[in-house]
């Protein structure tokens, strides 16, 4: 994918960071320190478990999902901007298949946790809330809040693990905006936005079967359409 | 056959790739944009965009965390 000056160039340029390596005596691996941080994951890991048996499962998934988002380097802002600022769809065909995936996992769990006939919709996994007003207002905030940010909750906290230090300000106005609208004003904004809300359940509608093949299937034209725009622009 | 060096250092999401795409329009065939960013959403975003406007490209990762990217127009 590259032509032959460009492999010079390359070339060249590692041999001069390997040299700058050598020169300041830093290693070209990290086994050392990926020892060290394996060590304290483990040390954590315990910890956190010691108060809560559900930990044992979260961290090592919680570590692995962010391990394999940052190698992957996935970007959900990225997935929603691109397609309207460069015509790339690559990264919303990801989204949309991952979107299938928990689709099938929620529908698993819901299955479990019913158990017998009737269910309150609001005690169901998968945090089922009424939509309302608020929940445009919130979707735009949100959607022009990580456009300029540069990233959605995933995205910064990978990075600010990767050492990009912009995104160490964007974490700041989050927990910010988390603790002080989310936990100190919410009555506030509750009884101001949330007003009328409808729950919508889909499996009240049609059953629980033919509610996830029809997620799935709106899902798999959503993907195809996607795919074919990506050829026309 | 000029070699244009654009610093796009602790810039966030779309603008590296905004300016990229403004400096290869006023490029001619030929020449080379070497890139310096140290986000890791640009790399995977400059490849796929790359990739559909049909040039060639590379990149070698410099120190951790930070990366150059060359692109050629051809």
């Known amino acids: 994918m590259s032509t032959s000056r460009i492999e010079e160039l390359k070339k060249r340029r590692e041999m001069e960071r390997d040299k700058h390596r050598v020169d300041v005596r830093r290693p070209n691996t990290q086994i050392k320190y990926a020892l060290i941080l394996l060590g304290i994951l483990l040390f954590l890991g315990v910890l956190f478990a010691r108060r809560d048996e559900l930990y044992l499962w979260i961290w090592p998934i919680g570590i692995l999902l962010g391990f394999s988002m940052e190698r992957s380097r996935f970007c959900f802002a990225a997935s929603l901007r691109n397609p309207f600022t460069l015509g790339t769809t690559g990264l919303l065909k990801a989204v949309i298949v991952s979107l299938m995936i928990s689709s099938v996992g929620f529908f698993v769990l819901q299955q479990l946790s019913i158990g017998g006939e009737t269910y309150l919709v609001e005690e169901l996994p998968g945090m089922i809330r009424p939509f309302g007003i608020h929940t445009v207002i919130g979707g735009l905030m949100f959607g022009l809040g990580m456009v300029v940010a540069g990233g959605c909750a995933s995205g910064t906290l990978m990075r600010v693990g990767e050492g990009f230090t912009l995104q160490i300000f964007v974490l700041g106005g989050f927990i910010m905006g988390a603790v002080v609208a989310g936990l100190w004003h919410e009555d506030f904004w509750r009884n101001l936005l949330f007003h009328g809300g409808w729950t919508v359940y889909l499996p009240d509608f049609v059953g629980f079967y033919p509610a996830l093949f029809l997620q799935l299937s709106i899902l798999g034209i959503l993907y195809i359409l996607v795919n074919q725009i990506k050829l026309k622009v | ?74």
């Open chain 2, 1 to 74: 056959m000029k070699e244009i060096y654009l610093d796009c250092m602790y810039e966030v999401c779309p603008i590296p790739l905004i300016k990229a795409s403004k400096e290869l329009k006023k490029m001619e065939i030929g020449d080379l944009l070497i890139m310096k960013t140290d986000h890791n959403c640009s790399i995977t975003n400059v490849i796929e965009w790359v990739e559909k406007q049909k040039l060639k490209m590379d990149y070698v990762e410099i120190d951790e965390g930070e990366w150059e990217i060359y692109i050629e127009k051809t």
